[in-house]
């Protein structure tokens, strides 16, 4: 049977807040409990065996401050970063006290968690924590001058540094596909009872995303259920629109007044650049399709309301979501780009990085922002960003500041 964590009220809270991101808490046994809520390709990489690694980061570089690592990629790994997860330690000033119950720790339990907020499985996972280690440690953060000047804290972002920036404490993560998984059933109710979309059974199951071609629809899943905490379904939000015809028109519409956002997702597993780029280009027809239709007055829609939402419509962003495994740099994207005008190629982001510009107006509370025009484009000033998880931008967004 599998096991469920039941997470403290106030944690659960933090985690149906999160776009993505992780949490810790001590249980009611004095466990220390790793709650992750990822997005779905980093799920699948955690489910799949990646290494797990918590970075407590010296406190001279930032105090109370603990990055976590998954290891999905050799060289640049995924990471997330939190500060201050409850009360300072009692003896170590600069840590939190569930930090040092981590370097003490043989095992943490692990639960992870979907774009919902579901628990979706749950485990225990050994480390190797060693107390005189960590001591050792902290002697040298406290007396070494090495320890006490050491990095700033942006140079951890890619991966860990020395011993001098921070002590890993590595979780020992195994391969979890076989293994039983929780099923979870939920109804949803729209909170405007007026509109005329019914109540939505939810069930889920991650085992129902396992085989072949069905990853894709986990990831559609996660983006779906996160679009809904920005954008109201049936008016500004629509996913899955079809042409009259029936054939699927895009992933997602976003309408904004004159402006529309038409989003295709994309989750390719084979490392084979010819399955890459076969599914990247497809998604870049259909966007150019929906783009022209669009533009055109000429959409061919089934939904009415769509339809007349879509007149007068001035500016068309495209957008191309893919799973975080896929990674576009100057060598492999050359083939792309050269397949298509400038004009013809969309944005292209990874789901984390998508999730991680939600998790940006979530921190400023500004959802509502995205009621109101919150871009122009100058589609002829083409930008190149080499961040992780970031990929590569063919058009210019010129972001207001958004308070």
């Known amino acids: 049977m599998p096991h469920f964590h039941i997470p ?8 149906e807040g999160l776009v993505h991101g992780f949490y810790l808490e001590i249980t009611e046994q004095d466990e220390v409990a790793l709650l992750i809520k990822p997005e779905p390709s980093i799920l699948d990489s955690i489910m799949a065996g990646c290494p797990l690694e918590i970075y407590l980061v010296n406190p001279n570089i930032q105090q109370k401050t603990i990055i976590l690592y998954i290891h999905d990629s050799s060289s640049t790994p995924y990471h997330m970063l939190h500060h201050h997860f409850g009360i300072e330690d009692k003896v170590v000033r600069g840590f939190d006290a569930i930090a040092i119950k981590i370097a003490h720790s043989k095992k ?30 902290l002697f040298h953060v406290f007396n070494t001058e ?3 000047y050491p ?18 404490v590595h979780l020992q993560n195994r391969n979890h596909r076989n293994e039983e998984k929780i099923s979870i059933i939920s109804l949803a109710i729209p909170d405007d009872p007026s509109n005329n979309y019914p109540p939505i059974e939810h069930a889920f199951n991650y085992d129902q995303f396992l085989g072949d071609g069905k990853h894709g629809y986990h990831q559609e899943l996660g983006i779906t259920v996160t679009l809904e905490r920005f954008f109201k379904r049936g ?27 038409v989003i295709e997702s994309k989750y390719v597993i084979s490392s084979k650049s010819t ?50 495994a896929i990674q576009l740099n100057d060598d492999n994207a050359r083939n792309i780009a050269d397949s298509f005008s400038k004009c013809e190629l969309p ?45 590569l931008l063919l058009r210019q ?4 500041r958004i308070i």
Do not use: M
Not at 8 to 15: E, F, M, T, W
């Open 8 to 15: 403290h009220p106030v944690s659960q809270q933090y985690l």
């Open 108 to 137: 943490i339990k692990l639960a992870l968690y979907n774009a919902a907020s579901s628990c979706v499985y749950t485990c225990y996972l050994a480390t190797n924590a060693n107390t005189s280690n960590f001591d050792e440690w």
């Open 146 to 148: 090495a320890y006490r």
């Open 151 to 168: 990095t700033n804290l942006s140079v951890l972002h890619n991966t860990p540094g020395s011993s001098t920036n921070g002590f890993s």
């Open 235 to 261: 008016t500004e939000l629509f996913v899955s629109p079809k042409y009259i015809d029936g054939l699927e028109f895009s992933d997602y519409l976003l309408l904004n007044k004159n402006a529309v956002i």
């Open 275 to 324: 399955k890459r780029h076969q599914a990247i280009k497809k998604a870049i027809h259909q966007l150019n399709r929906a783009e022209q239709s669009i533009l055109a007055g000429e959409a061919g829609l089934k939904d009415k309301v769509i339809k007349s939402a879509l007149k007068g419509t001035t500016v068309v962003l495209k957008v191309c979501l893919l799973n975080s």
């Open 347 to 391: 944005i292209f982001i990874s789901v984390a990085g998508f999730f991680n510009l939600l998790t940006g107006l979530v921190a400023k509370k500004c959802a509502d922002r995205f009621r109101q025009p919150f871009f122009q484009l100058d589609p002829l000033v083409p930008i190149v960003s080499g961040k992780r998880r970031s990929h």
């Open 397 to 400: 967004i010129l972001n207001r």
